[in-house]
């Protein structure tokens, strides 16, 4: 069946559940590679594949450290080129894991002009990536496949200027389970952010939301039983933004660029299925000094309804029925059937004493 994950797969990845962690290790750009530490922004000294676990917090912009602390340089990149991300769980070598095969989830890049430093409604997406229920295939599962690879493309229509470029990993082996009632659970985040400067004639600064902002505990995508049977997955947070999408016009300027324009044009973010957006206006006055509306964290962003699966699991003293726990950063869940999930089923209890790494 679609979208269950079996006993003996989740059995075949208990031993690697440990070597659970992520985090963004290269770019790659017009054949150009950046290593750590060169406009990825610097890590903490430790714990760097470590996950964000409130989805308010403001780590959640660019992880642990990624506000304080800026690159040594901005990478070049050509608006409408293609970017290489790739994710790895303690080094490059071929051997690393990338991150564990049972923290499936969904991949995300949302990009922001620097000068805000991450701050107010200033974050588009550029990407994303799910569930594919014709491959049964999450986006956790293509970047292990790929050696932690994956291609993003910079909207083509962008204003040229200096931008943050966040990628993130959401997994969700234990978010059948609402942070908000039990903290040691829940979805957990790995967001980093890197800095480029984008080269072109465009004009457009999309329609910013806010992180944190854009994820609520108990929303669509971030509540859910990877346990249970399903053939869809609702990606969290705001639509992507399609180059060319149609929108309003803005005479605020928010990224910092070598050149200047009398009119700057402000697109409001659509999905990619071409849903319309309001009619756009026209200014002549020279773009003001930035400005960024600031929102509440408990502000979530706009996205389709669905049928969220909770559970009834309160404390990691007391796993989700029907799973084994194993401890990641805090427990992780497998099923110990390969029947399909049930409300009642025996409870077995592994402990991995210590701290993940």
Not at 323 to 333: E, L
Request: proline share 8%.
């Amino acid at each position: 069946m679609k979208g269950f994950v079996s006993a003996l797969a989740a059995a075949a990845t208990l031993a690697s559940t440990i070597n659970a962690h992520t985090y963004l290790s290269k770019l790659n750009i017009a054949g150009t590679q950046y290593d750590e530490g060169v406009c990825i922004r610097p890590y903490p000294a430790t714990d760097r594949n470590f996950p964000v676990k409130d989805p308010s917090s403001t780590d959640l912009t660019c992880g642990f450290n990624g506000l304080s602390a800026a690159a040594s340089k901005n990478c070049p990149v050509t608006a409408g080129d293609k970017i290489t991300v790739e994710w790895h769980h303690d080094n490059d070598l071929a051997s690393d894991d990338i991150i564990a095969e049972s923290h499936k989830g969904p991949c995300l890049v949302y990009m922001a002009p620097l000068a805000s430093n991450g701050a107010g409604n200033v974050w588009f997406k550029v990407f994303e990536d799910g569930y594919d229920a014709a491959s049964s295939q999450w986006c956790v599962d293509k970047i292990r496949a790929n050696g932690g690879k994956l291609d993003i493309t910079v909207p083509g229509d962008i204003k040229a200027g200096d931008y943050l470029l966040r990628t993130e990993v959401i997994a969700l082996h234990e978010a059948d389970t609402d942070y908000a009632k039990n903290p040691a659970r829940g979805a957990q985040y790995y967001p980093n952010c890197a800095q480029v400067t984008v080269a072109g004639d465009g004009l457009v600064v999309p329609k910013g939301y806010a992180i944190p902002g854009i994820y609520k505990t108990d929303g669509p995508g971030i509540l859910f039983n990877l346990y249970s049977s399903y053939s869809s997955y609702p990606i969290p947070g705001p639509p992507v933004y399609v180059a060319g999408s149609a929108g309003s016009v803005s005479s605020s300027s928010s990224v910092s660029s070598s050149s200047s324009s009398s009119s700057e044009v402000e697109y409001s973010a659509t999905s990619s299925s071409g849903a319309p957006a309001p009619a756009s206006t026209t200014s002549s006055e020279e773009a003001p000094a930035p400005e960024y509306t600031t929102t509440s964290s408990s502000e979530e962003a706009p996205a389709p309804e669905y049928t969220t699966i909770s559970s009834s699991s309160e404390e990691t003293s007391a796993p989700t029925p029907g799973y084994s726990s194993v401890d990641d950063y805090t427990t992780d869940i497998v099923p110990t059937s390969s029947a399909p999930a049930a409300t009642s089923l025996p409870v077995t209890t592994v402990v991995v004493p210590g701290k993940c790494h």
